[in-house]
């Protein structure tokens, strides 16, 4: 039941997640797969699927397949400040940021390595799309 709704926001034409969506056959099926498995996941971690709308589930799904590469980046700045606060140094990042906060605040370093990481960011959608996501 659940999953079948995340289905249907991504189907939903008048639904925002449709236009981060490429019309490449592949990407969609990757899509339209990962949703169980991450429903399942969830379930099975215990953790409260209520608290998750089923476009919420969609977005993130969606945003983990079209731009693997960026979404890794904000992960590793979260673990970076993780790890910097637990040695005493003062989080640069605080629960209450959202993630694009994130990104924005360390583009400047995605772009320092951006020839070293040229692969992994050719993994990525359209760069511009990410940004009104």
């Known amino acids: 039941h659940y999953i079948r709704q995340a289905y249907q926001c991504l189907m939903d034409r008048d639904g925002d997640l449709q236009e981060y969506i490429e019309e490449n056959f592949l990407q969609m099926r990757r899509i339209v797969n990962i949703i169980p498995i991450m429903v399942t996941l969830m379930l099975?971690?215990?953790i409260s699927i209520s608290s998750?709308?089923?476009q919420r589930i969609a977005a993130w799904v969606i945003l983990a397949s079209c731009?693997?590469?960026r979404l890794s980046w904000v992960w590793q700045c979260l673990?970076?400040?993780e790890q910097m606060s637990e040695f005493g140094t003062e989080k640069y990042i605080h629960d209450e940021m959202l993630l694009w906060t994130i990104y924005e605040?360390?583009?400047d370093n995605l772009i320092?390595?951006?020839s070293s990481i040229e692969k992994l960011l050719t993994l990525?959608?359209?760069p511009e799309v990410f940004q009104k996501f």
Do not use: H
């Open 44 to 46: 099975e971690r215990n």
């Open 52 to 54: 998750f709308t089923p």
């Open 67 to 69: 731009w693997p590469c």
């Open 79 to 81: 673990e970076d400040a």
């Open 105 to 107: 605040n360390s583009s």
């Open 112 to 114: 320092l390595i951006q």
């Open 124 to 126: 990525d959608g359209d």
